[in-house]
């Protein structure tokens, strides 16, 4: 049964940072593409980054620069270090197991999540005060 539970999000001020951290089970942690998500309230959810199954990494514009995406493959542990963070970057925050190997903003990844695919967390709320 493959279990995926996240931790580490709290309430931060801007500029501030924060390490999620997402603890798999069930399934060879290392063989999977494995990504971050976010949805903010009223918002659709969105891919943050990924981490493909060959280690390719991607990011969302966005947070280009500031979050850095990694594994510990002996851990079975998905991490997000969020730096310099900013309002906009509030939202509950998902990790995900299966996704497709491409950009973790492309169509592709969007129609993956949409149709319901993948192994999802339970999300971890972050919320940044100005």
């Known amino acids: 049964q493959v279990q995926l539970v996240e931790s580490g999000g709290d309430s931060v001020q801007a500029g501030g940072s924060l390490r999620l951290s997402c603890a798999a089970s069930g399934y060879d942690f290392s063989n999977y593409c494995m990504g971050w998500f976010r949805q903010a309230p009223g918002k659709e959810r969105e891919g943050v980054a990924g981490?493909?199954?060959?280690?390719?990494?991607t990011y969302a514009e966005s947070v280009k620069g500031r979050f850095t995406i990694s594994k510990d493959n002996a851990k079975n542990t998905l991490y997000l270090q969020m730096n310099s963070l900013k309002p906009e970057d509030t939202a509950m925050y998902y990790c995900?197991?299966?996704?497709?190997?491409?950009?973790?903003?492309?169509?592709?990844?969007?129609?993956?999540?949409?149709?319901?695919?993948?192994?999802w967390g339970q999300g971890t709320q972050v919320a940044v005060s100005s």
């Open positions: 981490i493909d199954s060959h280690g390719t990494i």
């Open positions: 995900a197991a299966g996704c497709p190997n491409t950009h973790i903003t492309s169509a592709t990844i969007r129609r993956w999540y949409q149709r319901g695919n993948g192994y």
